[in-house]
């Protein structure tokens, strides 16, 4: 090759943050839907029977990637992955999700993307839906009543909350929006002029709540006005924000998650259903944000990213959905919950008109524990040993096309009930004959499987139909024991080995997993072979 060739590909390839000064860093923007399959954007569904009229424009003037996934196909774990850049299954939680009444997942040392950007000068905000868990005090010194609450002392301040990890400023509710307390937190406070105790089906029906659990409950809380809520909220911190000092604005929503609530004039607009309904007006509170952002005059500079916490939940109502020709999954096997790509595979749409090219597609595999790579690659400040260890940068992606996938390791998968599924090139393997959960997709019916190990080849069938583990035990062992690696080394990237969080069990005591995943599977592993 010519040098001078050298010389031009070299500098096509220096990372765009070689450029910026600190004044001239992105503004960063990065909107997580609840339960909103691949298939609920119009963008990624051709075929999708409402309208996401705002979603489709953040297409159009930016990049879509058709193969991004969560670490979880749950709440809990995959707003940790996001936020840490590191699998959930290394802290306590190894299954499920956590309540709103409860302690903090997030270690007070641990870096998050907040913690990082507010060190690069950042200011940082949170808006929307945190089920992370925070301290609440409590009237008699013990633990809060699991679920409930019933022992909290409102009148002091929460600790080890949003404001602890990073975040200058936090407005939002503790958990998902059926669960307690039913009331927004502002900061370290949360509003309790008019909170009441709901004890029981009639109690909560009384406060207006539906789908609600017992608890606590602001009496002016309506569900249905969440989301406005937080698009307002959302808006007003942008407003505030100045040019020449960059922000990280984090806006997990609570929709369209059941109680599937949506206001009164969105009520029946998409002609489907309740979810449908849902789905448009978060997709109204999305183009709420960007309008602010453009009249704010940031937008140019400004990485904007929509995606989902995991696939659709059942209580969207699939067979009324699907019977109106219109399928949350999109193609796809599976839904929340499930480790087939339903599960998983989600809306991911980045605009960052200074840096990204208007109307692309990106099919290269990303996972949401990525964004902490990201930002440490476009502030071009490096991570410690012991920051996002699952986390690889998609800034390549972005700027040149440069494919990740030969620096990252594989990407792992966990359901609802702690079972593991781990992809790697085009090779998918499932550890459970069922995905991972009890939860079906009426249109996978076709698609029942027997067999407790499921091996699948990505590039030729998108769909999950055709097992392939006995064609090629090859892979299976692989594969096998790139997860054990993983696990084992604490770290699914390059660097020094880690560890987990203590746990009081074992792996190999843990149900899920317990027949593929201790300390002797490479020996087994090793034998196989």
Known sequence: MNPYLYMIVGFCLIPY???????????????LADDMGYGDVAANNPNCKFPTPFLDQLAEGGMRF??????????????????????SWRTRLKGGVLDGAAGPLIASDRTTVATFLKKQGYNTACVGKWHLGMSWATKDGKKPVRSRGDNIDF??????????????????ISASLNMPPHAYVENRMIDADDLVFAE??????????????????????????VLQTFAEKSVAWIQKQKKGKPFFLYIPLNSPHSPIVPQARFKDKSGINPHADFCMETDWAVGEIMKAVDEMDFSNNTLFVFTA?????????????????????????????????????????????????????????????DLLATVSDITQVDLAPNEGEDSVSFLSSLTNGVDNDSVRGGVVHHSDSGIFSIRKGKWKLIFDRRGGTRRENPKDRAYRQTAPIQLYDMDEDLVESTNLQEKYPEVVIQLKKLLADFVNRGRSTAGEAQKNDPFDKEWKELWPVKEYLNEALLDQVNKEQ
């Open 309 to 369: 916490d995991n696939g659709t939940s059942p209580a969207a109502k699939y067979e009324v959905l699907q019977a109106a020709g219109q399928y949350p999954s999109h193609i796809y096997r599976g839904l929340k919950g499930s480790l087939w790509e339903g599960g998983h595979r989600v809306p991911f749409i980045v605009r960052w008109p200074k840096v990204v090219k208007a109307g692309s597609v990106n099919d290269q595999l990303i996972c949401v524990t």
């Open 200 to 225: 029981g089906s009639k109690d909560i029906k009384a406060l207006g709540l539906i789908r609600a659990k017992e608890g606590w409950v602001s009496k002016s809380f309506k569900q249905d006005m």
């Open 66 to 87: 058709s193969d991004a996934h969560t670490n979880s196909s749950v709440c809990t774990p995959t707003r940790y992955g996001i936020l840490t850049g590191r699998y």
């Open 155 to 172: 009148t002091q301040p929460i600790a080890n909350g949003p404001n602890d990890v990073g975040f200058d400023y936090f407005y939002g």
């Open 17 to 31: 943050s070689f450029f910026l000064s600190a004044a001239e860093q992105p503004n960063i923007i990065y909107i």
